[in-house]
């Protein structure tokens, strides 16, 4: 009986200890958040928080949209940039974030880049945030050596 009992102690603790952190599946997503993420060497340290959730399109296909606000992207300058809104998918998230932030610093306004989004009738984001960062970066980068 003791060997049976020692066995079992030694398949739970084997089956704690090889638990993961949430899946991406598990992880619940909320206003507010603030989220560590993958990212390329420069953008080091950026963040994202989730500013509001909705659904868009059409009731029998309706689409959760995320909108985020992203900080220290790198765009060449000693300063990283900061972006108001980026409209994400649940996909986008679940293939990005590492881990939630207890403390962060306030991040720029959302409410003026989403109503140009809405207007704009805007997409929304199925690519990971690092690639995001990335289109910014060459987007923004050159504009900044030539001073336009």
């Not at 945030?129 to 030539?146: D, M, Y």
């Amino acid at each position: 009986m003791g060997t049976r009992l020692a066995r079992f102690a030694i398949a739970l603790i084997a089956a704690f200890s090889l638990s993961n952190p949430l899946s991406a599946e598990e992880r619940e997503y909320a206003v507010g958040q603030v989220w560590t993420y993958d990212t390329a060497p420069e953008d080091k340290g950026s963040l994202i928080q989730i500013r509001e959730i909705e659904q868009i399109g059409p009731p029998d296909q309706p689409m959760t949209v995320y909108h985020i606000s992203m900080s220290g992207v790198s765009v060449g300058q000693d300063v990283p940039i900061g972006l108001g809104h980026l409209p994400v998918s649940r996909a986008t998230l679940d293939a990005s974030v590492t881990g939630l932030v207890a403390n962060a610093p306030p991040f720029d306004d959302y409410t003026e880049g989403k109503a140009q989004w809405q207007a704009a009738n805007g997409g929304v984001f199925t690519i990971s945030l690092k690639e995001i960062a990335e289109i910014v970066r060459s987007q923004v980068a050159p504009r900044l050596r030539h001073g336009s």
